[in-house]
């Protein structure tokens, strides 16, 4: 239900046609908290036996890794490579597209369609990569509940921190 709402949450402010501006930010930060504490309670309900299964994963997986201070200061550097590249590509992206709206006299809203179903790919490959890799464990119910969670997340944080964080710069 709730990867539900955050699909409709922006149709209907399509459709409403509301401007997004400094009065919904405070809005969104109230939905973003209220998604976090219902999905969290909802995993805390529905996964208390995977959660300790994955908790006694976690701790024996602890002990073994050594030098861990060098793993995170390289993790931390590729994420801010990572950051780097999206934030060009993104630029680049978002010019190219402008010129293709121009050129060709799409209307931007189909081209923003288009980008987000594209940009969407990621989340869909590990739908189906959790699923294979759960089915191979014959535990098909832990699959669907990592990727609605990656999918709801991912469309929570999207929704409501990074629009309202474009809504502040802009």
Request: proline share 2%.
């Amino acid at each position: 239900m709730l990867v539900g709402f955050t699909i409709i949450i922006p149709i209907l402010l399509l459709v409403v046609d509301i401007e997004l501006n400094l009065n919904v930010v405070p809005l969104f930060i109230l939905l973003y908290i209220l998604f976090r504490f219902l999905n969290s309670n909802a995993h805390k309900l529905y996964l208390k036996k995977e959660d300790k299964e994955i908790e006694k994963k976690i701790d024996k997986k602890k002990t073994k890794i050594k030098n861990i201070k060098l793993k995170l200061i390289f993790y931390i550097i590729i994420l801010m490579l990572t950051g780097a590249m999206l934030y060009i590509i993104g630029e680049i992206l978002g010019n190219i597209l402008e010129n293709l709206c121009g050129i060709f006299e799409v209307p931007e809203v189909i081209i923003g369609i288009l980008l987000g179903i594209i940009t969407s790919i990621p989340e869909l490959i590990t739908f189906f990569e959790s699923q294979k890799h759960h089915k191979k464990k014959e535990n098909d119910m832990l699959g669907v509940i990592e990727a609605t969670n990656n999918l709801l997340t991912s469309n929570i944080v999207n929704l409501f921190i990074i629009q309202a964080l474009a809504i502040l710069i802009a």
